[in-house]
């Protein structure tokens, strides 16, 4: 997901997105323990995908507070 499509959502449909983002690293993580998965940067790629989302709901937090 790119940050001009998370800077479009508010903060709720971005805590939303972020509960996704990290069940389906959570599920990547088991899969990957298991069995080696076919691709395994789509792991980092999740993580990535979380900081950017916590780095939005940061920014419009604070722009709320100011």
Request: proline content about 3%; aromatic content about 2%.
């Amino acid at each position: 997901m790119k940050n001009s499509e998370l800077q479009s959502l508010n903060v709720d449909e971005l805590h939303g997105r972020l509960a996704e983002e990290k069940e389906a690293l959570r599920k990547l993580k088991f899969a990957h323990a298991v069995t080696p998965i076919e691709n395994p940067m789509k792991i980092r790629h999740s993580r990535k995908t979380i900081a950017r989302i916590l780095t939005q709901i940061r920014i419009k937090e604070t722009q709320i507070d100011s």
